[in-house]
């Protein structure tokens, strides 16, 4: 998979690792992949079931020291291979308008995405293939925010050709558990 680098301080046409374990080179962004051993896939499966699992119980589970797992952990952050944070519920937060946004774009994608990236109501920014060019989730307070950024500031970046906005009604799965090949 790759994609624009749009880490412009580091665009020196040098190879280089951007974050979240991306290689830079030349412009472009390609996603490092280093296989993980069967000890690594049983701790991040433990950590997708409780992130604030304790690294000794952890240790249990998969046969290693504390100390072992707590390293092995800050290795699989710091590669971008995973990421501990909180997952809040937006309704308890205040956000009771969630919706996702279908981008068709003229012209370069790369800029709209980027732009769309930018805004602190879009959490989740995928460039894909199909009828629609980009998809974003947005979060917004209520509606009239929901309606303020969409119309005001999404269908005005320069290229967008239309914005449909698929509003959620009810949310049936929220899952951050998948498998690891």
């Known amino acids: 998979m790759s994609q624009a680098c749009s880490w412009s301080a580091r665009r020196t046409g040098l190879s280089h690792t951007a974050p979240g374990?991306?290689?830079c080179c030349n412009g472009r962004v390609t996603r490092e992949t280093a296989p993980l051993d069967e000890i690594?896939?049983?701790?991040?499966?433990?950590?997708?079931?409780?992130?604030?699992?304790?690294?000794?119980?952890?240790?249990?589970a998969v046969g290693l020291s504390e100390t072992a797992v707590r390293q092995r952990v800050q290795r699989l952050s710091e590669s971008g291979v995973?990421?501990?944070v909180a997952v809040t519920d937006p309704l308890r937060v205040g956000i009771f308008r969630q919706a996702m946004v279908?981008?068709?774009?003229?012209?370069?994608?790369?800029?709209?995405?980027?732009?769309?990236?930018?805004?602190?109501?879009?959490?989740y920014?995928?460039?894909?293939?199909?009828?629609?060019?980009?998809?974003?989730?947005?979060?917004?307070?209520?509606?009239t925010s929901l309606l303020e950024l969409i119309s005001s500031r999404?269908?005005?970046?320069?290229?967008?050709?239309?914005?449909?906005a698929l509003v959620y009604l009810r949310?049936?799965?929220?899952?951050?558990?998948w498998a690891i090949p």
């Open 171 to 177: 949310l049936r799965k929220d899952s951050y558990r």
């Open 21 to 23: 374990g991306w290689r």
């Open 102 to 123: 279908a981008v068709n774009v003229a012209g370069p994608i790369e800029p709209v995405a980027d732009a769309l990236a930018e805004m602190p109501e879009v959490p």
């Open 40 to 60: 690594s896939k049983r701790i991040i499966e433990q950590l997708q079931e409780d992130g604030r699992r304790p690294y000794a119980t952890i240790g249990k």
């Open 125 to 143: 920014v995928v460039i894909c293939g199909g009828r629609f060019d980009i998809l974003a989730e947005v979060v917004c307070v209520d509606d």
């Open 82 to 84: 995973i990421q501990i």
């Open 154 to 164: 999404i269908r005005t970046l320069p290229g967008v050709r239309n914005a449909e």
